[in-house]
């Protein structure tokens, strides 16, 4: 099993400034994904981070928003952007080894 | 789009009996079906899975089930005990050009009464 590290775990922010989480594993991966859970609902995939390109949004997430690095198959940052109070959040990095998704920890975001 | 859509959003059932959560998915190329269960404050870890080359899988209590004619899915928990308390979400791989992804239903809570 893959072993993930987040940080910050969590973290205050004071409305239009910007976050940046990172997410270290523990072994080289080909597929990196960052997820999005709000109080009391589900995961919503905000990106796929591809190694050495731009990362993938989808619907409803733009770059300017929640830019994305993936400098190598063990490391990636996701900046939540001129955060909101609809920015309050966990967000999860995930990846994809020995078959199966595994989470980090996340990252819970309250947004003042 | 894409989209795994999952019910009962909250299901309460009396310790010792059985509990069952359904999804069904929409993309007919799914095929990868995990189910994830999420404890207050923690991450969501992987409790059983199942593939599309098979209808059913068993690991002790949990079992799931896949009809992919029907394009539906469902979790079974049989003898539940107050551990089972969490909130459980199914998910369905998709496939997006040389790259898949996995989409998540809405979430079920479970609750098990003593």
């Known amino acids: 099993s893959a072993v993930i590290s987040q940080k910050p775990s969590r973290d205050i922010c004071q409305r239009g400034t910007s976050l940046t989480i990172q997410c270290q594993v523990d072994?080289?991966?080909?597929?990196m994904f960052w997820y999005r859970q709000q109080p009391g609902q589900s995961l919503t995939l905000i990106a796929t981070?591809?190694?050495?390109?731009?990362?993938?949004?989808e619907s409803g997430f733009v770059i300017d928003k929640f830019p994305i690095s993936r400098p190598n198959l063990t490391f990636s940052t996701l900046t939540v952007s001129n955060m909101s109070p609809e920015d309050s959040s966990i967000y999860l990095c995930?990846?994809?080894?020995?078959?199966?998704?595994?989470f980090g920890e996340g990252s819970r975001l309250t947004v003042l | 789009g894409e989209n795994v859509e999952q019910h009962p959003s909250t299901l309460s059932v009396q310790e010792g009996d059985s509990a069952v959560i359904k999804c069904t998915y929409s993309?007919?190329?799914?095929?990868?079906f995990p189910w994830y269960k999420q404890e207050l404050g923690k991450r969501p870890q992987l409790i059983i899975d199942?593939?599309?080359?098979?209808g059913e899988k068993k690991d002790q209590r949990i079992a799931v089930t896949l009809n992919k004619t029907a394009k539906h899915f469902s979790l079974h928990i049989t003898e539940t005990q107050p551990e089972d308390s969490a909130v459980y979400f199914c998910?369905?791989?998709?496939?997006?050009?040389?790259?898949?992804?996995?989409?998540f239903g809405s979430g079920t809570r479970l609750s098990i009464r003593p």
């Open positions: 995930s990846v994809w080894g020995s078959g199966e998704l595994f």
């Open positions: 998910a369905a791989s998709i496939n997006s050009g040389s790259a898949s992804k996995i989409i």
């Open positions: 072994s080289q991966v080909t597929m």
């Open positions: 199942i593939r599309s080359n098979v």
């Open positions: 981070a591809n190694q050495g390109s731009e990362a993938t949004y």
């Open positions: 993309d007919s190329a799914s095929n990868y």
